[in-house]
């Protein structure tokens, strides 16, 4: 007979309260533990546990198992996109989340990226309906990498355009509500044919003159490395392309 789970969520943070309210969602048995508590409490718990999600930050990790976790025979799991450790099989959750709870459907729609070598998904993460593929540890700091970004990175861009637009211009920064909301569209309906603008019609004039009206600006760096970039890119595509055509 296949044992029931019963889950430790360590943690406080944003990730530890959106999984405490998606395994509630689901009606998984789960127990919570954060660091203000008695460590006897702790104890106290690992008990009777199946599985311990050590939601904490990513530095901390392994500290913690080795204080606290080493005699328990509960699998133990860490959401981190970018730690390796042999103490703890990774299972990352690829989404962004907010201070603003899920709905069920929202929760049950996040794939989860798994170390490897870290047990099936049903053992892993019993009761969880979620889909998931694997990824080999040699390759995690990379897909962390771009996961932060394309998500995190890009989200520094969004809140320079709606604070300037208010601060610098006195808009609304609403108005760009239905910019995002296209954008965002685009890349979902066709990644290759998102973009626009000067870099890809290669508008040197429109983009020496964005650079000089950033001047003084921290993001003019930011414009400048993505001039470079997307060269860097054009320049791969054609040797590829290159090498590909036949003669």
């Not at 406080?12 to 954060?34: C, D, E, K, P």
């Not at 392994?62 to 328990?72: K, S």
């Not at 998500?151 to 239905?178: D, I, R, V």
């Amino acid at each position: 007979m296949r044992q029931v789970p019963r889950y430790l969520l360590i943690g406080n943070g944003r990730v530890a309260r959106h999984f405490q309210h998606y395994f509630s969602l689901l009606g998984l048995s789960f127990g919570t533990w954060q660091r203000s508590q008695p460590v006897s409490l702790l104890e106290q718990q690992l008990s009777d546990v199946t599985h311990v999600l050590i939601l904490i930050h990513d530095q901390q990790i392994e500290e913690f198992i080795v204080r606290h976790l080493q005699n328990t025979k509960a699998l133990l799991l860490h959401f981190s996109g970018s730690l390796v450790s042999a103490k703890a099989h990774g299972v990352h959750p690829l989404m962004t989340f907010n201070q603003e709870l899920y709905s069920l459907e929202q929760y049950q729609g996040i794939p989860f990226v798994m170390d490897d070598d870290a047990p099936v998904f049903e053992v892993v993460l019993p009761g969880l309906p979620n889909s998931h593929v694997r990824l080999p540890k040699a390759l995690k700091a990379k897909y962390h990498a771009l996961c932060v970004l394309s998500g995190n990175f890009s989200c520094l861009l969004w809140q320079k355009l709606f604070s300037s637009l208010e601060q610098e211009f006195n808009f609304p920064p609403a108005m760009a509500q239905m910019y995002l909301q296209q954008q965002t569209k685009n890349l979902l309906t066709n990644p290759q044919t998102a973009l626009t603008g000067p870099l890809i019609r290669n508008d040197r004039m429109t983009i020496e003159k964005n650079l000089a009206a950033l001047a003084g600006d921290p993001f003019q760096k930011v414009y400048e490395s993505f001039v470079v970039c997307y060269q860097q890119l054009m320049e791969v595509n054609a040797l590829k392309l290159s090498k590909n055509t036949i003669f």
